[in-house]
């Protein structure tokens, strides 16, 4: 959804200094130019979390572009707003997870598959157009068969690059249970991709 241009010079400075919380209030209560501030505030993260998923900046814009109008039609649905940002990304994640099933032709993040060429234990060699794709397509599939909890865990970890501390913030969940829940998905993945090895030559 894009950010209307309406809204007069005090809105927007008004905008500028609030937090994401005191925005989600505002809008909630009618302010519709806060929700044009939230959008331009977190939309360079939503992307980054995007693009590095999918490896595609067309399909990483159009994620994160409908990943806006659930939030928007679903602000209602939220109880804290003090938990704005973690919910924000689930539902981005949500949306990356669609297009990871309904787009799997699209790469993946190109430092995913140095990561899970090694986790395959290919021989080193220079990779053909062919193998890339082949590999891609592997890990695009391995991604999206860890159920929801998990891959969220390890796309903001792995791909994102986030520390285990700032996931548990955004998921609202303890650090600890961010690390087992990593461990989980690594080790399905190597699991996957173990059963899944002779699909990439």
């Given amino acids: 959804m894009k950010a209307s241009l309406a809204g007069n010079v005090k809105d927007q400075e008004k905008a500028g200094d609030d937090g994401l919380p005191e925005l989600v209030r505002r809008f909630r209560s009618g302010d519709e130019a806060a929700f044009d501030e939230i959008v331009r505030r977190l939309t360079p ?8 998923s999918l490896g595609s900046a067309e399909a990483a814009e159009e994620a994160v572009q409908e990943a806006w109008v659930r939030i928007y039609n679903r602000m209602g649905d939220l109880q804290d707003t003090q938990a704005f940002e973690g919910w924000a990304i689930r539902v981005t994640l949500s949306r990356i997870h669609d ?9 993946t993040a190109r430092k995913g598959l140095a990561e899970m060429r090694a986790v395959m234990g290919s021989a080193p060699k220079r990779m053909s157009p062919s193998e890339r794709e082949d590999l891609a397509r592997v890990l695009r599939e391995a991604v999206a068969s860890l159920d929801e909890p998990h891959r969220e865990v390890f796309v903001l970890r792995e791909m994102e690059g986030l520390p285990h501390v700032e ?11 961010v690390w087992s829940r ?8 190597r699991d996957y991709l173990g059963r899944r090895k002779d699909d990439v030559s």
Avoid: H, N, V
């Avoid at 996931?167 to 249970?177: A, H, K, V, Y």
């Fill in 167 to 177: 996931i548990s913030r955004l998921l609202d969940i303890p650090e600890g249970t």
């Fill in 45 to 52: 993260r939503l992307y980054s979390i995007a693009l590095r």
């Fill in 182 to 189: 990593l461990s989980y998905a690594r080790k399905a993945l």
């Fill in 99 to 107: 297009e990871f099933r309904a787009r799997a032709r699209e790469r």
